[in-house]
């Protein structure tokens, strides 16, 4: 698939790097963009090079939320003509946040390189992923309020398992701005550098997860995103689940001969 909207980007060792590419738009969302990040994730989904994957802006922002204006917009998300059906707030429709969703459930992890202005639709791009490197000038804003919009692209479920109900509520409610610091005091961010490190920081730590184990990484995640949803009992199942067939995997014996002879181990996610 040709992109208009993304940039793709292999680096070794198993890191990809998807750009979104609007800088004049400071990255707002389109429909283009959105279908082509998820051409993106779907043909690296099956690809064993790709261990992590890094998202990130292009310019001034990481993204400036939905695109609200002109063909392709956010309007266009939508396009079913439902004008007949009597009351606008029931009339079927396919989520905004189908695509945050694909972000979330990719088997891999998934590191924001969070550049200037993450609001909106943005904020769930970047809340979506499993971890997210801040830049110093990062901004972050669940802005919908101010809009005359409720919370929507996934916001209202992923701000409060990640920095609690009260603190959602507040950001949620207000649309006030989050700076990088104060994003890294309450668990948006998982960490804050100087702005022209943010990109080369995430694909270090996408780095560090692509010298894991493949196979260890993605039931790794996979427990953890069960776990908000399980009760003790059944993430034990789960993990000891994993567990089995991690244990028998040749990952796992790669590791521990690779261990006894003191040399680091050449996984391949088998």
């Not at 099956?46 to 309007?75: H, K, N, Q, Y």
Request: glycine share 10%; with cysteine.
């Amino acid at each position: 698939m040709a992109y208009e909207h993304i940039l793709v980007e292999k680096r070794d060792p198993g890191v990809g790097v998807i750009t979104l590419n609007r800088p004049e738009k400071m990255n707002a969302l389109n429909r283009r963009m959105a279908d082509e990040l998820l051409a993106a994730l779907n043909e690296w989904r099956d690809d064993a090079e790709i261990r992590a994957v890094v998202l990130t802006g292009a310019g001034r922002g990481f993204c400036a939320g939905a695109d609200l204006s002109g063909e392709g917009s956010v309007g266009a998300f939508n396009a079913t003509d439902t004008s007949a059906l009597p009351d606008t707030a029931q009339r079927p429709r396919w989520p905004l946040g189908n695509w945050v969703r694909h972000l979330n459930e990719f088997p891999r992890p998934i590191i924001a390189a969070v550049n200037g202005a993450c609001v909106g639709a943005g904020l769930g791009l970047a809340a979506a992923c499993d971890m997210r490197v801040a830049a110093a000038s990062a901004r972050f804003s669940a802005i919908f309020v101010k809009r005359g919009l409720s919370l929507d692209f996934g916001t209202s479920y992923f701000l409060p398992r990640l920095i609690g109900q009260g603190r959602a509520l507040e950001i949620a409610c207000t649309g006030r701005m989050v700076g990088a610091e104060e994003a890294e005091r309450i668990g948006l961010a998982n960490r804050v550098v100087p702005d022209e490190q943010v990109l080369d920081e995430a694909v270090k730590l996408a780095q560090d997860v692509a010298e894991a184990g493949p196979l260890a990484v993605e039931f790794s995640k996979k427990a953890v995103l069960a776990s908000l949803g399980n009760d003790l009992e059944r993430q034990l199942f789960f993990e000891s689940y994993a567990q089995e067939v991690c244990r028998y995997s040749e990952d796992a014996k790669e590791g521990i001969q690779a261990f006894l002879e003191k040399r680091a181990p050449a996984f391949k996610g088998q």
